[in-house]
């Protein structure tokens, strides 16, 4: 996903002259080839998120499309003030691009996990989140939104490889894009985390269960009258996301059972406690966090059994 970014910004920038990358000593392998075309428009600011912030909110104010480039968990947690006070207080278009959010640094500890950055970016009002879940929908999500008028927080995966063929790289701001058979089970997903989602409806259709699987890629704008719309035709409602249970997808979509007065249960998979302790690759990590496939599977035929 990290070249699909890298990808789409060269071809924006090639035709839009505004737009301009920083990185904070990150993206090795990813963001030379922009560095080598666009070199007055490309600046490393060295491991300083916060400075890199500033000179985004600068450049944003002379009329830059600025994309400030780091870790998800380095990106979002130690310039919060910054951009909470910067970009988002004066709607200025600064982009924020978090890499590898949840378990994809697994094997680099607590540090480097983003497992609560899409909450401290959804709060923020006036502040895009999009959250692609493939290479294809982050082509999509970064043309179809680079130019809007206010900040954006993109939440973009590392792994290049990854493909959901069902989601067909489709891409719409503030909707849903449903990508499997609707059933009695809806898995709400968002972000790379969703290929799980996508595997574990299909153990539980094995199961003799019908579940459908819905991508959940912009958190903000909400695409509450979607989620409405989803909600109202199933009897359990499970989210699936690579981040803390509370505040992010989960957090979002029990806001709208609660806020419509719907009857619609809901289960929300994500990471419950801190990972402290160990480390690992991010299939072991989401294993251990109850965000494989068939973990996810087994707890919601937990929850259906009679």
Known sequence: ?????????????????????????????VLEKFAAAYPDRFFNVGVAEANMIGLATGLAEAGCIPFAYSIATFATLRPYD???????AHQLPVR????????????????????????????????ATIVPADPAQTGAALKATYNLPGPIYYRIGKN?????????????????????????????????IAVEAMAAAKLLRQAGIRAG???????????????????????LAVTVEAHYVS?????????????SGMACR??????????????????YMNHLHGLSSAAIAERILAAIAP
């Open 247 to 259: 505040g992010g997808l989960g957090s979002l979509v029990a806001e709208v059972i609660a806020d």
């Open 82 to 88: 910054q951009f909470r006070n910067g970009p988002v």
């Open 213 to 235: 699987v819905a991508v959940v890629s912009s958190l903000r704008p909400e695409p509450t009258a979607d989620l409405q719309e989803l909600l109202a035709c199933c009897t």
């Open 1 to 29: 996903m990290r070249q699909a970014f890298a990808q789409a910004l060269m071809e924006l920038a090639a035709a839009d002259p505004r737009v301009v990358l920083l990185t904070a000593d990150l993206g090795f392998g």
């Open 160 to 192: 290049d490889a990854l493909h959901l063929p069902e989601l067909e790289g489709r891409f719409r701001l503030g909707r849903v894009e449903v990508v499997g058979e609707a059933g009695e089970v809806l898995l709400l997903a968002t972000g790379a």
């Open 266 to 283: 809901l289960l929300r998979c994500g990471v419950q406690a801190m990972p402290v302790g160990a480390s690992g690759s991010e299939a």
């Open 96 to 127: 924020l691009v978090g890499i590898g959010g949840g378990f994809e640094y697994g094997h680099n500890g607590l540090t480097h996990l983003g497992l609560e950055d899409l909450a401290l970016m959804r709060v923020q009002p006036g502040l």
